[in-house]
């Protein structure tokens, strides 16, 4: 017998908000709408290491970005 879509449903919603505790205690500093595109992407076959290498990039360069322009000139250029 199949579940319904109504049970389908919210075991979708416990899993998610099982997954962003997760995140929350692992301070990921993701959204829940971005954890949300995360999961989705590794559902349709993203590979999950190369997702977590490019969010921590773009993590790296908001923070980058949003950093005052002086402190950005006299930052280590590594």
């Given at each position: 017998?199949?579940?319904?879509?109504?049970?389908?449903?919210?075991?979708?919603?416990?899993?998610?908000?099982?997954?962003?505790?997760?995140?929350?205690?692992?301070?990921?500093?993701?959204?829940?709408?971005?954890?949300?595109?995360?999961?989705?992407?590794?559902?349709v076959g993203?590979?999950?290491?190369?997702?977590?290498?490019?969010?921590?990039?773009?993590?790296?360069?908001?923070?980058?970005?949003?950093?005052?322009?002086?402190?950005?000139?006299?930052?280590?250029?590594?």
């Amino acid at each position: 017998m199949e579940p319904s879509l109504t049970s389908q449903i919210k075991e979708a919603q416990t899993t998610l908000e099982t997954i962003q505790e997760i995140s929350r205690l692992l301070n990921t500093g993701l959204s829940p709408e971005a954890l949300t595109v995360c999961v989705r992407l590794c559902e349709v076959g993203v590979n999950p290491e190369v997702l977590s290498s490019l969010v921590r990039d773009f993590q790296r360069e908001v923070k980058e970005y949003q950093r005052p322009k002086n402190a950005r000139n006299t930052g280590n250029q590594n």
